[in-house]
């Protein structure tokens, strides 16, 4: 017993939990819907920026994009690049004006700028469904490191990060939250950041192993003991280094990187942290350094990929890890990576960098459907007249129930893989809300009624092709469905609104406001 918890990953994970404690408890005083909800707008570039950085960064990233580059090569790695782009259009288009107009949820920009409590609701229901999508990949990366490095149950691992997400985001809010996601980024970045130079120092550089990798061809030796069927697994260099391995026509590449590019844009929880800074020009910095820190990021996460499948293809590594690489799917390579590298302090070091991924991600998302349920539902339709305190007590609240409809889709993915699950809540995204946003603040002609039709367009076709795909003809059947989704979602609200053409009458004090130079609004 002694033993087990003396182990490096039990050290390093029990520290991090502690840390997350410590902060949480630090900034549990939340007395405004302004604190809990936003954290009083208060917080710097460099804080909010790492903030960012550690929401967007999720388990998709430093667990996902490494085993899709392990399973797919080329085309795995081309996930990373698709990924890199959104932040840089949120920059572009969005960050700034979002944070002018201000505000406490995503679903308050629709409300405000078309005077709509309809709009608000159709907000609200795409709020829960992207958070969804995108909670259950991020259970399923705990869940899995728990069973598998922990010996727990993945029921139990399920329910153990619903808890601590209760008390994390329940007790610190937004304050809590940023704090603690800021933290949780470098301490992942770190962990990158150690394997890159131990695999470098190894001998492990980027051109020997790609033309290692490239010129195998045949079965990798000592894989037969762990494989299902006893034998030794097949592996095709040359096509793993080449392309259309997993998108095998180019219409399939462009269609993700529609979806991919344009679904940080829609993101409720990556939009909401821009309401945190204190003025536009800070909203601007955070996303500029989230930019740069996202783009090291996946930098190491494409060559770890690459090491990791180099590792697997030598035959060298321990038992342990070649049993993990074979049976635990792509959501292991970095953990098992990591072990073949470093040993169990690498390996404890990245365990608990993979639960702050998680922990980072997943708090952005409780918080961000916190406030579309207490806010945007319950204080606007059901409690008109409510109090600050009231405001946040309904906060707290809506993370518990979230806890236990997040903990169920978590339960139903049990066998997923982490990178294609997010992968598609950005084509959601891509396809609601980055239509809106793009639209509404750059054009003068959106309306409610246009507004309201992309949110249900985008929503029902993006959920029709992902979950009914093989209703529809061969040729619209795309695993990342962004090339027919996204217009979708643009095309209705153009569509509708100049049928409609009851533009807002207060649309050029609206765009004034979003558009306008620092001084003039802050």
């Known amino acids: 017993m002694i033993e087990a918890l003396l182990e490096p990953k039990m050290i390093l994970t029990t520290l991090l939990m502690g840390t997350i404690v410590y902060i949480t408890y630090l900034t549990k005083r939340n007395k405004t819907a302004s604190d809990y909800f936003v954290g009083g707008r208060s917080f710097g570039w460099f804080t909010n920026g790492s903030a960012i950085g550690g929401d967007y960064l999720s388990a998709a990233t430093f667990l996902g994009v490494a085993g899709l580059t392990f399973h797919l090569g080329s085309d795995g790695a081309y996930y990373a690049f698709c990924f890199s782009i959104g932040l840089t259009l949120l920059a572009i288009f969005v960050a700034g004006p979002l944070r002018r107009f201000g505000a406490f949820t995503v679903a308050d920009f629709l409300a405000y700028r078309f005077h709509s409590k309809r709009a608000r609701l159709a907000a609200v229901a795409v709020v829960l469904a992207i958070s969804g999508f995108y909670a259950a990949p991020q259970l399923l990366g705990a869940a899995q490191i728990l069973s598998m490095f922990f010996g727990t149950s993945y029921e139990f691992g399920i329910i153990f990060t619903c808890v601590i997400m209760i008390f994390y985001v329940g007790v610190g809010g937004m304050k809590g939250t940023t704090l603690n996601q800021a933290l949780e980024l470098w301490i992942r970045l770190g962990a990158f950041l150690i394997m890159f130079v131990v695999a470098i120092y190894g001998g492990l550089h980027y051109d020997k192993i790609l033309a290692a990798i490239n010129s195998f061809s045949g079965p990798i030796e000592g894989t037969s003991p762990y494989a299902l069927d006893g034998k030794d697994i097949e592996f095709e260099g040359e096509a793993w280094t080449g392309t259309g391995f997993y998108f095998p026509s180019f219409w399939q590449t462009i269609s993700m990187t529609i979806g991919l590019a344009l ?45 990791g499948r180099a590792i697997f293809l030598s035959g060298d590594a321990s038992s342990t890890v070649m049993n993990d690489l074979v049976t635990g799917g792509n959501n292991m390579v970095i953990p098992s990576t990591a072990q073949a590298l470093g040993g169990e302090w690498l390996l404890g070091l990245v365990i608990a960098g993979a639960f702050a991924a998680v922990f980072s991600n997943l708090s952005g998302l409780f918080i961000a459907s916190s406030g579309a349920l207490a806010h945007d539902l319950y204080a606007t339709f059901f409690r008109k007249n409510i109090s600050q305190k009231e405001r946040v007590w309904a906060g707290k609240i809506a993370i518990v129930l979230l806890g236990f409809l997040y903990g169920g889709l978590g339960l139903l993915v049990k066998d997923a893989s982490i990178g294609h699950l997010v992968a598609l809540a950005f084509t959601v995204a891509a396809s609601t809300f980055t239509p809106i946003f793009i639209l509404g603040i750059w054009w003068r002609g959106m309306t409610e009624k246009g507004a309201i039709a992309g949110l249900v367009m985008g929503l029902a076709v993006s959920m029709w092709i992902i979950f009914l795909p093989n209703t529809l003809p061969e040729f619209l059947q795309f695993k990342v469905p962004g090339i027919i989704t996204v217009p979708v979602g643009f095309l209705s609200v153009y569509i509708v609104s100049v049928i409609d053409r009851k533009v807002p009458a207060d649309v050029n004090d609206f765009m004034k406001k979003v558009h306008s130079k620092e001084s003039e609004t802050v």
């Open 263 to 307: 679904g940080t844009i829609g993101l409720p929880h990556i939009l909401l942290r821009f309401y945190t800074n204190p003025s536009a020009k800070a909203a601007r910095k955070s996303a500029l350094m989230a930019i740069g820190i996202a783009s090291v990021f996946f930098l190491f996460a494409v060559y770890l990929g690459v090491v």
